[in-house]
């Protein structure tokens, strides 16, 4: 790590000290080990959780933030966007191979055994991996297994989801400019972003998603993520009105991850269906699947369903949605709805070359032990043999890989800056030995 960087994490730490001291949502012996976040709270601590409620709680991975995590409906606005099918039930075919699993770091050292990291200082709360439509791996140490828990960035893959079958519909042209599909956004910098950059996070844009400007008071994206709670009162239609082009950058050239992207792309699926996302979601994959639970879209005060990351359902349902991307999608719905087309648009839209050396890339380096090939539509990696990923803040993840017939899923709690979180290894790493290979 350069002494720069040592001197921003050392910024970003202190900052995320005093706002979590501000809040009183740090880490202490009420969730540590994760297990004991498992039984019940208190009347004493429901009352005093509840009231300390705020968008810094959520968002820090203090012992507020578990509750929050698995409670958000209790404190937003939400739409219960149910399933159709018959449930289907997945069997288990538990591997004990997959417990002991080690993988190489970017270092070339070797991680302690996915148990011992699931059940040790990690702050995972569910994992769960199937193979060829069997489940062959899951663990709770911080929830239980018919909890919810929000899917945070994770959710990103969901708009993805709605917006490329529209592409791949003919109703979306992605060489179009932005704006055209979203008239509230005409006459602003959208007008000169192609609908392409807007899906692979290029556009070239001064909303980029740093650590550092996520807890900057002012910033752009500061400002952007305490609308969904209403603590900004400005709409978002006129806050993505207001983005700044980034000077000597075209749209294309630098991978800037920002959620604004997934929401304007969550609001051009909106315009082009005239539905809100939650019952395009309703009509194109919940209702088509056989999930068990509903699934929890968290509304902003005026309505808008926050796609981009406030999803909340239990874990097996999460494996469920991720059967869907894998040649086993017939365990779980009764029709194919990720096809063969809308895979392809996912994985190769992205631009090589603006990932390379892009802060995302750096993040995806630290999780597998090295570099996936690209990110996708809204998927932070895209590697040379077709699996994708998926990651969350504060630890959430979802791992699809159709060649090996592989998926899997993890929720947590941590500091993002705590520690790497190699729970996106295990997951390729178990692909890979289940695949034999």
Same mark, same amino acid.
């Not at 350069?2 to 706002?19: P, T």
């Given at each position: 790590?350069?002494?720069?960087?040592?001197?921003? +994490?050392?910024?970003?730490?202190? $900052? %995320? =000290?005093?706002?979590? &001291?501000?809040? /009183?949502?740090? @880490?202490? !012996?009420?969730?540590?080990?994760?297990?004991?976040?498992?039984?019940?709270?208190?009347?004493?601590?429901?009352?005093?959780?509840?009231?300390?409620?705020?968008?810094?709680?959520?968002?820090?991975?203090?012992?507020?933030?578990?509750?929050?995590?698995?409670?958000?409906?209790?404190?937003?606005?939400?739409?219960?966007?149910?399933?159709?099918?018959?449930?289907?039930?997945?069997?288990?075919?538990?591997?004990?191979?997959?417990?002991?699993?080690?993988?190489?770091?970017?270092?070339?050292?070797?991680?302690?055994?996915?148990?011992?990291? +699931?059940?040790?200082?990690?702050? $995972? %709360? =569910?994992?769960?991996? &199937?193979?060829? /439509?069997?489940? @062959?791996? !899951?663990?709770?140490?911080?929830?239980?297994?018919?909890?919810?828990?929000?899917?945070?960035?994770?959710?990103?893959?969901?708009?993805?989801?709605?917006?490329?079958?529209?592409?791949?519909?003919?109703?979306?042209?992605?060489?179009?400019?932005?704006?055209?599909?979203?008239?509230?956004?005409?006459?602003?910098?959208?007008?000169?972003?192609?609908?392409?950059?807007?899906?692979?996070?290029?556009?070239?844009?001064?909303?980029?998603?740093?650590?550092?400007?996520?807890?900057?008071?002012?910033?752009?994206?500061?400002?952007?993520?305490?609308?969904?709670?209403?603590?900004?009162?400005?709409?978002?239609?006129?806050?993505?009105?207001?983005?700044?082009?980034?000077?000597?950058?075209?749209?294309?050239?630098?991978?800037?991850?920002?959620?604004?992207?997934?929401?304007?792309?969550?609001?051009?699926?909106?315009?082009?269906?005239?539905?809100?996302?939650?019952?395009?979601?309703?009509?194109?994959?919940?209702?088509?699947?056989?999930?068990?639970?509903?699934?929890?879209?968290?509304?902003?005060?005026?309505?808008?369903?926050?796609?981009?990351?406030?999803?909340?359902?239990?874990?097996?349902?999460?494996?469920?949605?991720?059967?869907?991307?894998?040649?086993?999608?017939?365990?779980?719905?009764?029709?194919?709805?990720?096809?063969?087309?809308?895979?392809?648009?996912?994985?190769?839209?992205?631009?090589?070359?603006?990932?390379?050396?892009?802060?995302?890339?750096?993040?995806?380096?630290?999780?597998?032990?090295?570099?996936?090939?690209?990110?996708?539509?809204?998927?932070?990696?895209?590697?040379?043999?077709?699996?994708?990923?998926?990651?969350?803040?504060?630890?959430?993840?979802?791992?699809?890989?159709?060649?090996?017939?592989?998926?899997?899923?993890?929720?947590?709690?941590?500091?993002?800056?705590?520690?790497?979180?190699?729970?996106?290894?295990?997951?390729?790493?178990?692909?890979?030995?289940?695949?034999?290979?």
């Amino acid at each position: 790590m350069s002494e720069n960087n040592s001197k921003e +994490l050392a910024e970003l730490r202190k $900052k %995320q =000290a005093e706002i979590a &001291a501000r809040q /009183g949502n740090s @880490v202490t !012996e009420r969730t540590t080990p994760m297990s004991k976040a498992k039984p019940p709270l208190s009347a004493e601590e429901y009352y005093a959780i509840t009231k300390a409620f705020s968008y810094w709680g959520v968002q820090m991975p203090g012992d507020f933030s578990v509750y929050y995590g698995r409670h958000m409906s209790q404190f937003m606005h939400t739409q219960v966007v149910m399933p159709g099918d018959p449930v289907a039930y997945l069997e288990r075919a538990i591997d004990p191979r997959l417990t002991d699993l080690t993988f190489k770091t970017k270092d070339g050292a070797s991680t302690d055994k996915l148990g011992d990291y +699931l059940f040790g200082s990690s702050r $995972k %709360q =569910a994992m769960m991996m &199937a193979h060829k /439509g069997k489940v @062959v791996f !899951e663990a709770y140490p911080g929830m239980n297994p018919n909890d919810v828990h929000l899917w945070m960035s994770t959710g990103k893959s969901t708009v993805a989801l709605i917006f490329t079958m529209l592409v791949a519909e003919g109703k979306v042209n992605l060489d179009d400019m932005t704006s055209k599909y979203v008239p509230a956004l005409q006459g602003s910098p959208w007008d000169n972003i192609p609908v392409w950059a807007t899906a692979i996070m290029c556009a070239g844009l001064d909303i980029e998603e740093t650590m550092i400007a996520m807890v900057e008071p002012g910033s752009w994206v500061n400002t952007f993520h305490h609308t969904f709670l209403g603590e900004n009162q400005t709409p978002y239609f006129e806050q993505l009105r207001s983005v700044k082009p980034l000077p000597d950058e075209k749209p294309g050239e630098v991978f800037r991850y920002s959620s604004a992207n997934p929401m304007v792309l969550q609001f051009i699926c909106e315009a082009i269906e005239k539905k809100p996302f939650g019952t395009l979601w309703q009509e194109r994959v919940w209702g088509k699947g056989g999930f068990r639970n509903p699934f929890l879209l968290h509304l902003a005060p005026d309505g808008t369903g926050i796609g981009y990351g406030m999803i909340s359902t239990t874990p097996e349902d999460m494996l469920r949605y991720a059967m869907l991307y894998v040649p086993s999608w017939e365990k779980v719905a009764s029709e194919e709805i990720v096809s063969d087309e809308v895979s392809n648009l996912l994985r190769s839209t992205a631009k090589v070359q603006a990932y390379k050396g892009s802060t995302e890339q750096g993040y995806q380096t630290e999780w597998f032990g090295y570099s996936p090939k690209s990110n996708g539509i809204q998927w932070d990696a895209v590697f040379e043999d077709g699996a994708m990923f998926k990651h969350g803040n504060m630890g959430q993840g979802i791992y699809v890989d159709p060649r090996r017939d592989f998926c899997a899923m993890v929720f947590g709690v941590a500091d993002n800056n705590s520690g790497v979180d190699y729970a996106p290894g295990f997951m390729r790493a178990a692909a890979k030995l289940l695949a034999g290979e």
